[in-house]
């Protein structure tokens, strides 16, 4: 299949760097407690959630970016960025209603919002600067007590949902960004599987950034009763802007007893140019906790866009017999750099954790994985592998491997391995010589190297991302 | 079908290649033998299009085209097949994908449509067979973890899924058992027709039993210095190449 696929590649350019004429509704930069207020007030929240971002605000000015990571981040000036965009056409509504420019621009993405059109089997929550556009399926998901929309709906009609779940997993002093979006965060997804229930198709959220000078600042919930299970999606990609662009972004997944929940992503950000003008700065906090006994959380990664990186989606295992993954492939190329990998924090009896990397570098540019394990003084028998590997293409980038381990009780085992690898000359020559053209023998090796991952992801991601994979990396050999 | 002409190359400047002149008609099938570092390797990388070598001087048309403008892979496509003596591995890329990747590129350049999923099937199973792989080779990765003869059966394979015009095997003997080489100049004698060529380069006369040479070329010090019929490989191996030296040196 990948070679198909590869075969459809022909442009070397970010092919989602258009930008979409509409009106928008954008309140002037800076940040302070009237801007936390306005854009509450924009969205008619309640007193609740005023409180909650103050709250978050007002400890978000106690605090400096972070910077442990193998990353160099240039200053921010976090009063030059407006904190909110809206395209005027107010929130989700019926079909009829959105603006023909809007499903134009998710048509161009290859995300029809027309339900008949749709993705087959996938409903999706469409996502345009600060609002949701419109989320498909909805009836049909309702009809199982399935909940899944905008996160402004749900701070409507399920309050208590939110006041329940929401910075359960990620406080908003958890960090940094973290913090940022507690204050500002506009939209995003909210799901709930109820009891019991399999949820009957893909759900997926796709975010697009559109106006400029914008940060996004999204926040997606997912919550699966006891014995449900559901599988989400999420996928991301920004015009082509010479500045650079602040997502900070926070997602929290909370898993009862016996269920299952699979979060893919496929994130395609703008990376900047070949010389590393312009380009988003993806700063992402994601976790989610196994909270009850034989619950299990999957997280799948595709990084291939974002001019930095700085994201560790993490599980903490608190039931007993839970477990979670993390699947991870990586690419940077030109001036790219990421540092991204995962926590997991074994609590629960039994608890496994299986975490796999595959970074790929090219050009100049930076890939590290970063991993903590940590198992607790509670946690019997738990178990942990991961594997981290690292491939080169040329030799003017870097991979770098942070593994940490606090290990506290003495019948886990934890098990690391890393390895790192070239594509050689040799090789692209081999491949050469059978009639293989370089762009195709890099994009046969990278899927090649890359395919435990790629696996993992639903069918039509799949084929996206092997995609995107051979794109980011046409041009940096040969 | 392939003339070369006063063919030069160098690399990192050094002159490996110092006027070198052949000429393959189809249905022809040419061995190269010389001592080591003669520059045997470096005219398969150069026909092939290594670009690791710099063609500094010199001609070489392959059934009508200038093979030196043609990209590597176009080369191929083209019908050069390189056995090469020192096989790549490819880790995390199937046996399968890869060759159904190259004979999809091959049928693209040719402007025929990808091979269905049964043919390709059928295609892999029949030429595993004429060299004997283990099905086992065929669904790992590319050359990963074969031994030596693996990796030589394994281009043999590959060149029979192919089907070139031209074959070129660089010392692909070298190493094999006696079992192994038989198969392997099966696979050879299997694609002989009066269209296809083939150059194979060797050490040893042991080979030229199964594969009768129309001619064989010495190579010294990166010119053709002597050629023959298929006595002259019999000769090479009783008497070495000090005589060769000699007679090239006396000049
Ligand atoms: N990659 C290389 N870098 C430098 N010198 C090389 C390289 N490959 C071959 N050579 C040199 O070119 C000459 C010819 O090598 P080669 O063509 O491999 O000889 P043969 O195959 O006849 O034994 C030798 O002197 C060898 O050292
Ligand atoms: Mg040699």
Redesign the interface.
């Given at each position: 299949m990948?070679?198909?696929i590869l075969?459809e590649v022909t442009s070397a350019d970010y092919k989602y760097g258009f930008t979409t004429d509409i009106e928008t509704d954008i309140i002037p930069i800076g940040l302070s407690e009237d801007v936390v207020r306005i854009i509450s007030a924009k969205k008619n929240e309640p007193e609740w959630m005023l409180e909650y971002r103050l709250k978050a605000y007002r400890h978000w000015t106690t605090m400096t970016m972070p910077d442990w990571a193998h990353l160099n981040v240039p200053p921010i000036n976090y009063q030059s960025i407006s904190y909110y965009a809206a395209p005027k056409t107010n929130g989700p509504k019926s079909l009829d209603e959105v603006d023909p420019e809007l499903l134009k621009t998710f048509n161009k993405l290859g995300i029809p919002l027309e339900e008949q059109m749709a993705l087959s089997g996938i409903a999706v929550d469409a996502v345009m600067d600060s609002v949701s556009v419109k989320t498909t399926f909805k009836e049909v998901l309702a009809e199982k007590g399935i909940i899944f929309c905008s996160f402004s709906e749900a701070v409507e009609h399920h309050p208590d949902l939110i006041q329940k779940y929401m910075a359960s997993v990620v406080p908003v002093s958890d960090n940094f960004y973290a913090a940022l979006n507690s204050a500002v965060f506009s939209d995003g997804s909210f799901v709930y599987i109820p009891k019991g229930v399999r949820c009957p198709m893909e759900l997926s959220t796709y975010f697009r950034i559109n106006a400029s000078n914008t940060g996004q600042f999204e926040r997606t919930l997912i919550v699966a009763d006891e014995d449900s299970y559901v599988s989400y999606l999420e996928g991301c990609t920004a015009p082509t802007r010479d500045e650079n662009q602040l997502h900070a972004a926070i997602v929290e997944i909370i898993v009862m007893k016996n269920a299952e929940v699979k979060y893919s992503t496929v994130q395609n950000w703008y990376p900047g140019d070949k010389n590393g003008k312009g380009g988003v700065y993806n700063f992402v906090t994601k976790r989610g906790i196994c909270k009850g006994e034989n619950s299990k959380l999957s997280w799948t990664q595709v990084e291939t866009g974002s001019a930095i990186t700085w994201k560790y989606p993490s599980c903490i295992l608190q039931g007993d017999n839970s477990s979670a993954e993390f699947y991870s492939v990586a690419v940077t190329n030109h001036h790219q750099q990421a540092d991204t990998g995962t926590k997991m924090i074994h609590l629960g009896r039994n608890t496994r954790s299986h975490i796999l990397s595959k970074g790929i570098s090219a050009g100049v540019s930076n890939n590290s994985y970063r991993g903590l394990v940590r198992v607790g003084a509670k946690a019997e028998n738990a178990r942990n592998f991961s594997q981290c590997d690292s491939l080169l293409l040329g030799d003017k980038c870097g991979a770098h491997t942070f593994p940490y381990m606090e290990v506290n009780n003495e019948t886990a085992i934890v098990e690391h391995e890393a390895t790192t690898?070239k594509i050689?000359?040799?090789?692209i020559?081999?491949?050469?010589?059978?009639?293989?053209?370089?762009e195709?023998a890099v994009g046969?090796?990278v899927n090649?190297?890359a395919?435990e991952v790629l696996n993992k992801l639903p069918m039509e991601f799949a084929v996206e991302a092997q995609k995107l994979l051979a794109i980011t990396l046409e041009g940096s050999v040969? | 079908m392939l003339q070369i002409k006063d063919l030069h190359a160098n690399i990192n400047g050094k002159e490996i290649l110092k006027g070198l002149n052949l000429t393959v008609r189809p249905g022809e099938i040419h061995a190269i033998m010389g001592p080591n570092g003669a520059g045997k390797s470096t005219l398969s990388s150069v026909l092939t299009g290594n670009p690791v070598f710099d063609v500094t001087h010199g001609e070489v048309t392959f059934l009508g085209k200038n093979l030196l403008e043609l990209a590597p892979e176009e080369r191929a496509n083209e019908g050069i097949f390189l056995s090469f003596q020192y096989p790549v591995e490819i880790p995390g890329v199937s046996m399968v994908n890869f060759m159904r990747t190259a004979i999809n590129e091959q049928r693209k350049y040719r402007n025929l449509p990808p091979v269905s999923a049964t043919d390709f099937l059928r295609l892999m199973r029949e030429k595993k067979e004429l060299v004997e792989m283990d099905n086992k080779l065929a669904n790992r990765s590319v050359n990963e973890g074969f031994s030596g003869g693996e990796k030589k059966r394994n281009e043999i394979f590959q060149m029979a899924m192919l089907e070139p015009r031209l074959s070129i095997l660089d010392e692909t003997d070298s190493g094999l058992d006696i079992d192994a080489l038989r198969i392997v100049a099966n696979g050879v004698n299997k694609l002989k027709s009066p269209e296809n060529a083939s150059i194979i380069i060797t050490h040893y006369q042991r080979l030229l039993e199964y594969i009768v040479p129309d001619f064989v070329h010495v190579l010294y010090d990166g010119r053709i210095v002597k050629s023959g019929d298929k006595t002259l490989a019999l000769e090479l191996e009783n008497k070495g190449y000090d005589w060769i030296k000699q007679e090239v040196e006396g000049k």
């Open positions: 990948a070679e198909d075969h690898s050689s000359e040799d090789q020559f081999y491949c050469n010589q059978r009639g293989i053209s370089t195709d046969l090796i090649g190297y395919k040969g | -």
